[in-house]
């Protein structure tokens, strides 16, 4: 999940997309992608917008951890659209690491620590937290990863409703290169899809809305498989076959271009890019990965730019100690515009208690998120050296939502026309980050922008 970036990756970034997986495994994939069907629309019909415990608590997050940042999304967040607490890999480890046997039960099916997760005795798994986060009004989501566990191939457990064990649908080939928890699972046997149903069977009997499918729409094996295809659609297949709505995101990223149509179709949202965290280069890196993507934003499918690495960062689970974001108050700034413009699904990845009024400022601005929520026709409006625009419909209305960015080290006057906005006269703007209209203007609008920094507009008459 914590991969360094590789040359594909980097040459998707900068727009030169290959399908090496497609021209590998292209035949086995392509049929699989024919089969399935796609699930029922509306399960995210705007995007999802909640918190992440990975980058607060890597593998090693507890359940006072997730009711702490849950309630505290209920008292200050909710009423600004916020919504979904997922638990983030490793819940099934008691070390939070690749340490030992997971917790498992009779069929191979994992279940949380209860050393982390106590509610979880008696085989309630993580139906009781669930029930907890839902009582806040909240929706519950969990990290999963592909496959089946390696211990339960090991030990041969029988897979729930066939004759079949783990061993008869194991793939011992086609593993994860960062994890060694798991193994592939051979979805084209009835029995392989017969795990991925169980697995589903059992998120929907303890609540859950949401699931973060790791090591899915990028990752290798020795086949070439660099896109999981069959193994999405068994458990997209899955999932709506259980009869509980749950959110579909895949990880990790970049997901190749090539598969668009298959990863809108299967999911609701997929990440664009592999791990960011919160340095600038790799901010940066996300207006080329949002640039190639714009044409795929829509409702119930969002390409997702990885979570927000704002506030108190990695305060268990990781080597080093704890942290505030490394970026600078323009960069988070330009962080939270950027991810609005494009409409990516909005994941916080600090830790909820420790927010200071500044974060937690750039996560209630109305005026902001529903730039995110609510806007349509997003596109990047022009580049001009260190200089970038994106351009958005103000739905309903003949308004424009403007982003202006200065990616260089020095401050720059950044100007967009009427003219490039369709729009003619003097028109007034309104200053979404600063809640404050500086006027009317005409024939164009010019703001000075902070290195690194960004400023948010909304433009025009209704």
Same mark, same amino acid.
């Given at each position: 999940?914590?991969?360094?970036?590789?040359?594909?990756?980097?040459?998707?970034?900068?727009?030169?997309?290959?399908?090496?997986?497609?021209?590998?495994?292209?035949?086995?994939?392509?049929?699989?992608?024919?089969?399935?069907? !796609?699930?029922?629309?509306?399960? &995210?019909?705007?995007?999802?917008?909640?918190?992440? =415990?990975?980058?607060? %608590? #890597?593998? *090693? $997050?507890?359940?006072?951890?997730?009711?702490?940042?849950?309630?505290?999304?209920?008292?200050?967040?909710?009423?600004?659209?916020?919504?979904?607490?997922?638990?983030?890999?490793?819940?099934?480890?008691?070390?939070?690491?690749?340490?030992?046997?997971?917790?498992?039960?009779?069929?191979?099916?994992?279940?949380?620590?209860?050393?982390?997760?106590?509610?979880?005795?008696?085989?309630?798994?993580?139906?009781?937290?669930?029930?907890?986060?839902?009582?806040?009004?909240?929706?519950?989501?969990?990290?999963?990863?592909?496959?089946?566990?390696?211990?339960?191939?090991?030990?041969?457990?029988?897979?729930?409703?066939?004759? !079949?064990?783990?061993?008869?649908? &194991?793939?011992?080939?086609?593993?994860?290169?960062? =994890?060694?928890?798991? %193994? #592939?699972? *051979? $979805?084209?046997?009835?029995?392989?899809?017969?795990?991925?149903?169980?697995?589903?069977?059992?998120?929907?009997?303890?609540?859950?809305?949401?699931?973060?499918?790791?090591?899915?729409?990028?990752?290798?094996?020795?086949?070439?498989?660099?896109?999981?295809?069959?193994?999405?659609?068994?458990?997209?297949?899955?999932?709506?076959?259980?009869?509980?709505?749950?959110?579909?995101?895949?990880?990790?990223?970049?997901?190749?271009?090539?598969?668009?149509?298959?990863?809108?179709?299967?999911?609701?949202?997929?990440?664009?890019?592999?791990?960011?965290?919160?340095?600038?280069?790799?901010?940066?890196?996300?207006?080329?990965?949002?640039?190639?993507?714009?044409?795929?934003?829509?409702?119930?499918?969002?390409?997702?730019?990885?979570?927000?690495?704002?506030?108190?960062?990695?305060?268990?689970?990781?080597?080093?100690?704890?942290?505030?974001?490394?970026?600078?108050?323009?960069?988070?700034?330009?962080?939270?515009?950027?991810?609005?413009?494009?409409?990516?699904?909005?994941?916080?990845?600090?830790?909820?208690?420790?927010?200071?009024?500044?974060?937690?400022?750039?996560?209630?601005?109305?005026?902001?998120?529903?730039?995110?929520?609510?806007?349509?026709?997003?596109?990047?409006?022009?580049?001009?050296?260190?200089?970038?625009?994106?351009?958005?419909?103000?739905?309903?209305?003949?308004?424009?939502?403007?982003?202006?960015?200065?990616?260089?080290?020095?401050?720059?006057?950044?100007?967009?026309?009427?003219?490039?906005?369709?729009?003619?006269?003097?028109?007034?703007?309104?200053?979404?980050?600063?809640?404050?209209?500086?006027?009317?203007?005409?024939?164009?609008?010019?703001?000075?922008?902070?290195?690194?920094?960004?400023?948010?507009?909304?433009?025009?008459?209704?």
């Amino acid at each position: 999940m914590r991969q360094a970036r590789s040359l594909v990756v980097l040459l998707i970034a900068a727009g030169m997309v290959t399908c090496a997986g497609l021209m590998l495994a292209g035949g086995r994939q392509s049929s699989a992608r024919r089969r399935a069907r !796609a699930p029922s629309p509306s399960l &995210a019909p705007m995007p999802p917008m909640g918190w992440n =415990s990975y980058d607060s %608590y #890597g593998g *090693d $997050v507890n359940e006072e951890q997730v009711k702490a940042n849950a309630r505290y999304m209920a008292d200050h967040l909710a009423i600004y659209g916020w919504k979904y607490i997922v638990v983030d890999y490793y819940w099934y480890y008691p070390s939070g690491h690749v340490k030992g046997v997971p917790v498992m039960d009779d069929y191979g099916r994992l279940l949380p620590a209860t050393n982390r997760f106590p509610s979880a005795a008696d085989g309630q798994g993580f139906k009781p937290l669930a029930d907890y986060v839902h009582s806040l009004g909240l929706k519950f989501g969990i990290h999963i990863m592909r496959g089946i566990p390696r211990a339960a191939v090991e030990e041969n457990l029988p897979i729930l409703g066939t004759n !079949a064990h783990a061993k008869d649908i &194991a793939n011992l080939l086609n593993t994860c290169s960062w =994890s060694d928890a798991m %193994y #592939g699972v *051979d $979805v084209s046997k009835p029995a392989g899809q017969a795990y991925y149903d169980s697995l589903a069977k059992l998120y929907a009997e303890w609540g859950v809305d949401f699931i973060k499918a790791d090591d899915m729409s990028r990752a290798r094996d020795p086949y070439g498989e660099v896109y999981h295809a069959p193994e999405i659609e068994a458990l997209r297949k899955a999932m709506t076959n259980s009869g509980r709505p749950m959110v579909l995101s895949l990880s990790p990223g970049a997901t190749q271009l090539c598969d668009a149509a298959h990863v809108e179709r299967y999911s609701q949202m997929w990440r664009i890019s592999d791990d960011m965290w919160d340095n600038w280069p790799e901010v940066r890196d996300q207006f080329g990965y949002c640039r190639l993507w714009a044409p795929y934003i829509g409702p119930d499918h969002w390409p997702d730019a990885d979570m927000l690495p704002l506030g108190l960062l990695r305060l268990r689970g990781f080597n080093d100690g704890p942290r505030l974001s490394r970026l600078t108050h323009d960069e988070q700034i330009t962080m939270m515009t950027l991810w609005s413009i494009f409409r990516s699904p909005l994941m916080m990845g600090g830790d909820l208690p420790t927010l200071d009024a500044f974060t937690l400022s750039l996560l209630t601005n109305q005026e902001v998120l529903a730039v995110d929520q609510h806007s349509s026709g997003n596109r990047l409006l022009f580049t001009r050296g260190n200089q970038i625009a994106w351009v958005a419909n103000v739905t309903g209305t003949r308004q424009k939502y403007v982003a202006l960015f200065n990616l260089g080290s020095a401050p720059e006057e950044v100007t967009v026309s009427w003219r490039d906005l369709g729009m003619a006269g003097k028109v007034p703007v309104r200053d979404l980050w600063k809640k404050e209209s500086p006027g009317d203007f005409g024939g164009q609008f010019s703001a000075t922008i902070d290195p690194h920094g960004a400023g948010l507009y909304r433009i025009g008459r209704r």
